[in-house]
């Protein structure tokens, strides 16, 4: 038997600070690697072994304070997308845009002693009243996406993120309470 290629082997990738375009684009190269990898790892086990192959998640370990809304939910769609199962795990911080990212994990965990912070969208605003108009529009349908998602993902209700804006407030949620609300399944 032919020794497993390194490939195979390294699978575990890391989200800390910013979430920006940099970030995520490094993140998705080795996402869309691992993935091609295992595409033809189980072409090839279908073909010559007959049976099927399992691949091992790949898991993202997040310690982040958040960023762009625009390049996290790129991310969170190549997750959900993506064949080879993807676990998130929640290292200390997983506020703002990081939660968004935690969430779209196939299977979720935090550690012990993490946090997580859900709030509404922040926009810095500037220009004519025409563009600020467009601008508020779409940080409005940003903050709907980012909700639908929590809601579609978690136990999160529609009426608790609706008090969380109403109120202007940040939702910072210890790593217990993420697990009663679903946005994780274990405490590691």
């Known amino acids: 038997m032919q020794p497993i290629p390194e490939i195979l082997k390294e699978r575990d990738l890391y989200l800390s600070g910013k979430i920006d ?5 490094n993140l998705v190269k080795e996402i869309m690697k691992i993935e091609a990898t295992d595409t033809i790892v189980s072409e090839w086990f279908e073909r010559e072994m007959k049976q099927a192959y399992t691949p091992e998640p790949i898991r993202l370990f997040i310690d982040s304070h958040g960023g762009n809304v625009y390049h996290t939910l ?15 795990i929640a290292l200390g911080l997983a ?13 979720r965990f935090a550690q012990a002693n993490s946090s997580l912070l859900i709030h509404s969208i922040s926009a810095l605003l500037t220009g004519k009243s025409e ?17 639908g998602i929590f ?26 309470e993420a697990l009663k609300l679903g946005i994780v399944e274990e405490i590691i």
């Open 151 to 176: 809601v579609e993902r978690t136990q999160i209700t529609v009426q608790q993120l609706h008090e969380k804006d109403k109120y202007k407030k940040d939702w910072w949620i210890t790593a217990p």
């Open 74 to 88: 790129g991310l969170y769609d190549v997750i959900r997308n993506c064949r080879t199962p993807i676990h998130t």
């Open 21 to 25: 375009a940099a970030t995520i684009v």
């Open 131 to 147: 563009e600020l108009k467009d601008d508020v529009e779409e940080t409005l349908r940003l903050n709907e996406t980012i909700n």
């Open 95 to 107: 506020a703002s845009c990081a939660g968004v990212i935690l969430v779209a994990g196939h299977k």
